[in-house]
């Protein structure tokens, strides 16, 4: 084998064959030609990927293996790491993307040419876009010769699909097999943070990460990235490359420490600084010329980076950075803020609801500020926006789980017709609960507290009519509950043995179609709504929507089609009825398309959702657990039978979206009276 071939474990071996882990637990004991392990450990071990192809194809086990598959499990398994895999794979997919006649010399080239031709043409195209001096070197031609198979593969799958889409298709993959390991701002918080940014011009993200904010920037002239990580720093300049022909200037290292955009004077600046760090230099950059509004605390790392921000823009430039909310009020970064609001450079604290981005259980701040001209007045007044209450009723505004439940089209006009209409000169209009501009000398006491609830004005609460309205419904609902409730179980005696197939056989027979769900993203007009996994758990309509570029091909769902949640151990399982129909299959959800000759959808879901049945399908990490949608088991049964089966399980689920609605209303009953009790409306 060659020695830096790529390697698969038996999780991928069951991605490649469409097959439980299980199935390739049994291959291995069974099949004495199987082949033997080349790396990782005993209990975890590595495979050669080329060597089980050819064995799957021998054994009849794998008709064609799809390209972006072949793709991303040649980089999973590189031995470079997948990282330095993906840095070398998107040089190739820029070098395709901006030199296309370029390539197909390269590939015909003999393989001991293979990798210094594709180094020249590389260092060409890095050096045009990134310039000299760069955080994106070019990889020697030994690395390039190294992971050849894996470039091969990638060009011809951007041939299909295109550079940008193979690309954004192989970082989600990897972000999503490494989820602990990056914080990422989602596309509609980043989309948020660029609107109040407004026209981006030179923009900079100084704690850059994956590249988000940068790529959700306004009509940038230039794009300026730099991040802690090397790696990260690289692929987010390669990414922004493949995205827009604005000049990229990235730069690796801790940006408060070791700037690499020293002396820049940006027009924007987007930044999602990391939170609650404690070793951020305190000590060695005591008197470093950024404090202009006070030295922070050891403490308040976050309130170095509202300043490092700052110390980067050019007079009236713009910064909007995400914060955790706990920097508005604590008691050790109060001087530094009493000195943002003296000197007029902090504009506007916006709350988030609770789920807008990670840690998902807090609700973060926006923070907006704008370096003051020299000699100009300083504000008068700061805008405060509270968009807690915009949380969705099934929320409730706590936070758990919300993160698909946000109503973003509101949070986006609360938040921008707040922000505009202050920033044009005058003061909006206040709005009780949600706005406010708030005289600065307010502002200015002991505590210079800037959480925007303790400034605002209450907002107006549910009176007496809306309340008896919520009552009404929820007698209603009440009703319909006990009319649905299901008559006493009869049992069935001692159970009988029955025969079963796993979804994964009856996929493989025809019977069904098994597919996984990859959309998701920021809102934009005219495209179908996405399906999140929230949605489904919640049972509510489609709330996303795609991105601009998508790697996966998107998945429509039909009437009848079956739809699962993978994480937390898929106990919710839901039948597409027709109000879904066009919707696109969000992550981490799997579609189960019936014949309906052969299997009847509710049949299917009910049996899918058996406890016994989940829990023989499920693997567990250490938080939660992760469903093997093909190891699921149904009973073989008549399609008489199955329609049986399906009716009961029909009234189940009219019965639960029965308790849930009347759970929902009971929730704002209670919460409305206990609103009007204390405030006066409502007698005792």
Known sequence: ?????????????????????????????????????????????????????????????????????????????????????????????????????????????????????????????????????????????????????????????????????????????????????????????????????????????????????????????????????????????????????????????????????EGLAADTVLCHPPFNERNWGHEELAYDPRWEYGFPARTESELAWVQHALARLRPGGTAVLLMPPAVASRRSGRRVRAGLLRRGALRAVVALPAGAAPPYGIPLHLWVLRRPAPGGPPASELLLVDTAA???????????????????????????????????GGTPPEAPGVSRAVPVLELLDDEVDLTPARSLPPPAAAGTAELSRVAGDLSRALSRATALTPAPAEAAGTAASRPSATVGELARAGALQLRSGGAGGSPADGRPPVLTEQDLIAGRPPSGTLPDASGEEPVLIAPGDVLVPVLGGGAFVRVADPSLAGAVL?????????????????????????????????????????????????????????????????????????????????????????????????LP
């Open 586 to 682: 969000g992550r981490h959800l799997y579609l189960l398309r019936p014949d309906p000759a052969t299997l009847d959808p509710w049949f299917l879901a009910g049996f899918l959702r058996g406890s016994a049945n989940r829990r023989q399908a499920s693997s567990h990490a250490s938080t939660a657990s992760r469903l093997d949608v093909r190891r699921l088991q149904l009973p073989r049964l008549p399609l008489a039978e199955q329609r049986r089966y399906g009716e009961r399980f029909r009234a189940l689920s009219e019965f639960e979206d029965a308790l849930r609605l009347a759970g929902r209303l009971g929730d704002r009953l209670v919460q409305g009276l206990h609103d009007g009790l204390t405030d006066g409306r409502v």
């Open 390 to 424: 915009l949380a969705s009723p099934e929320d409730g505004g706590r936070g758990d789980g919300a993160r698909e439940r946000l109503d973003w089209t509101a949070v986006r006009t609360a938040v921008l017709d707040a922000w505009r209409a202050f920033d044009r």
């Open 1 to 261: 084998m060659p020695e830096n071939a790529a390697e698969v474990t038996a999780a991928g071996i069951a991605r490649l064959a469409g097959v439980g882990r299980a199935a390739v637990s049994n291959w291995r004991r069974r099949h004495p030609d199987f082949p033997k392990p080349v790396g990782g450990t005993e209990a975890s071990p590595s495979f050669a990927l080329a060597e089980i192809e050819q064995w799957l194809r021998d054994q009849g086990k794998l008709a064609e293996v799809p390209l972006r598959e072949r793709v991303w499990q040649q980089l999973a398994g590189d031995p470079a790491g997948a990282v330095t895999a993906l840095v070398r794979t998107a040089c190739l997919l820029l070098a395709v993307h901006e030199r296309p006649t370029d390539w197909p010399a390269l590939a015909a080239a003999p393989e001991e040419r293979f990798g210094t031709g594709l180094a020249v043409v590389l260092d060409t195209v890095l050096e045009r876009r990134f310039g000299t001096s760069r955080a994106v070197p070019t990889p020697s031609p030994q690395q390039l010769d190294d992971s050849a198979p894996l470039l091969r593969a990638a060009a011809e799958l951007a041939a299909a699909t295109g550079a940008r889409q193979t690309f954004e298709f192989l970082l989600g993959r990897h972000l999503d097999a490494n989820p602990r390991q990056y914080t990422l701002t989602p596309a509609p918080a980043a989309e948020l943070m660029a609107d109040l940014a407004g026209d981006a011009g030179t923009v900079l993200d100084p704690a850059c990460g994956t590249g988000a904010l940068l790529r959700a920037a306004r009509r940038p002239t230039a794009l300026c990235a730099q991040d802690a990580d090397p790696d990260l720093a690289a692929l987010t300049a390669l990414r922004l490359a493949l995205h827009g022909g604005a000049p990229v200037r990235a730069a690796g290292g801790d940006a408060l420490r070791s700037d690499g955009h």
